[in-house]
């Protein structure tokens, strides 16, 4: 075996895990929140941006809002999920450059002083962070149900602001039954890899 | 406890794994490469749509190609790396839709028939792949040393073609003795999490 990672955590994390459409009552609680956070936050970045900002949706008002703003058939599993997230790219992160990177501040003046230069990084960082928080949410013993099919923009002005851009909405709880389709197939290690 | 996944993985994954500068001479197998394409193959993206597609830079001549189009600080880990791998989107992602969708194949036309409709979102999957397999490479037992700090049209250029865009250069091996700097600071819960 190539691989170091046990087996139980390989299937936990990837093999055995799922994309899940439906979830039981049982509720997500703030401190397993915090304890995907605490464990994903470690991710890498460049430059340790750290992009990712997170809205938890927990008011029913708040969650009726939401729906409203995802494709019709995502309506239904966002209205039941026990909580629900919007994630998030925080264009302005540059902020927190000179705390997060103090070995080179001057990073945030020097490449990121330009919005354009920081929607790019912005983009692909906090997606590699909300990459890290589906499997954060999966160690948690959960599921997640992560989405693009909404109102981009609906989003962002109902919950968020001009220098946010929503990322992907995601649904977590613990799986009820039935709660995914048959896994899809995957590409081959031949039509993604190749070597020069 | 909150999660599920045990300590060591949790380590191994993210506590204690960093991004690596320098690397032992132990050669990274395609075996290996293989072991972690299986596993991570399984992290979710949106339709399933599996953009990411990976360049191992194993011949010493496309290596030298390669770091010619570095950033200064990155070309000497990128020349001495066991193996370095180039991760891109795959815009035209959509060819293979019909077989990774089976269920519903004309995803493929009713979503993704214009380019311009395929660049956000196979940026934005690829990139989650692309975080998969950074903590696939862990999984392995190694290290990855993930680099944007490159020209990027030079790389897509040189090694990919229109329809790849360059998403990031990763170094992988074994890490060395020092291989790191002091981990930098994270952001704390609640600059990041906000409920409503």
Redesign the interface.
Known sequence: ??????P???D????E?R?ANAFTDEPV????????????????T?F?Q?P????????PE?RERLVQHMSEGNQPKTAAAPLVAILSADIEFHD?LP?????FPQAKDLFFAERPSREG?A??NA??????F??GV????LA?G???GYDAAGIQKE?LDDDHLP??VVNIGRPAEDAW?P?????E?D??????
């Not at 936990?12 to 093999?15: A, H, N, P, S, V």
């Open positions: 075996m190539s691989l170091v990672l046990d139980a955590a390989q936990l994390l990837f093999r895990a994309t609680t703030d401190e397993q929140v915090q304890a995907i956070y605490d464990l994903v936050k470690y991710g890498p460049a340790n750290s990712l900002r997170i809205t938890l949706v927990r008011s708040a927190e705390y997060l990177l103090p070995h990084p983009v692909l997606a590699l962070q909300a990459a890290y589906i499997v999966r160690a948690a013993g997640a992560p989405m693009t919950f990322l992907m389709f896994r899809g197939p995957r590409l290690f039509q993604v890899v190749t070597t020069v």
